[in-house]
């Protein structure tokens, strides 16, 4: 079965950092685009960052340019989300996704910002 | 950046009746190789997004029949046959033509009257 399974969320401070993985099993990781989408609390879904199968293009909303960095290690099957400088506002469920056309989920991560 | 306005943002329908959600985007989703990435997203309560529809109107695997897109240029439509209790939750359409960045719309909710 294809299965994405997102880790690494927690309480963190404002200012603090966290690092998501998104662990990638039952299909051809290497060969797709990965993203990650969020979900604040009560809010709609919003793209946060793409990147390339080879991870040689890489893509970001506005609000996380510069504190957020998306990765991936196509021989361990995952995906990464480096979030620093986090913000309240970055409260939310983070989601990975398969392909930029987000055909495939996981059950998603949360992270909370909060002194 | 695209914006895809959803409407009606509520839309509550009886069990076995039709239901129609519409997605406006603020530009053509033509994309320069002729395709139009208008997807379709469906988020029952408590769950993760679930992708139903691709490409306009591209059922994805295990998506029922009475789930259809349909659409072209800027606007796009969502419809649902007949309404089953299964069906409840948000809607989302999203575009993915003109990125960075990818849009979603606001979401639709669907709730049985």
């Known amino acids: 079965d294809v299965q994405l399974v997102e880790s690494g969320g927690g309480l963190v401070q404002p200012g603090g950092s966290l690092r998501l993985s998104c662990a990638a099993s039952?299909?051809?990781?290497?060969?797709?685009?990965m993203s990650w989408v969020r979900q604040a609390p009560g809010k709609g879904l919003e793209w946060v960052a793409n990147?390339?199968?080879?991870?040689?293009?890489?893509y970001y909303v506005d609000s996380v340019k510069g504190r957020f960095t998306i990765s991936r290690d196509n021989a361990k099957k995952s995906l990464y989300l480096q979030m620093n400088s986090l913000r309240a506002e970055d409260t939310a469920v983070y989601y990975c996704?398969?392909?930029?056309?987000?055909?495939?989920w996981g059950q998603g991560t949360t992270v909370t910002v909060s002194s | 950046d695209v914006v895809m306005t959803q409407s009606p943002l509520s839309l509550p329908v009886t069990l076995g009746q039709p239901a129609s959600i519409s997605c406006k985007s603020s530009q053509s989703l033509v994309s320069s190789d002729g395709n139009t990435y208008l997807n379709w997203f469906q988020q029952r309560p408590g769950q993760s997004p679930r992708r139903l529809i691709y490409k306009v109107s591209n059922r994805d695997s295990g998506v029922p029949d009475r789930f259809s897109g349909s659409g072209s240029g800027t606007d796009f439509t969502l419809k649902i046959s007949r309404v089953e209790a299964e069906d409840v939750g948000v809607y989302y359409c999203m575009q993915g033509t003109h990125w960075p960045p990818w849009t979603f719309g606001q979401g639709t909710k669907v709730e049985i009257k």
């Open positions: 996704a398969r392909g930029s056309g987000m055909g495939v």
């Open positions: 990147i390339k199968e080879d991870g040689s293009e890489k």
């Open positions: 039952g299909f051809s990781f290497s060969s797709y685009w």
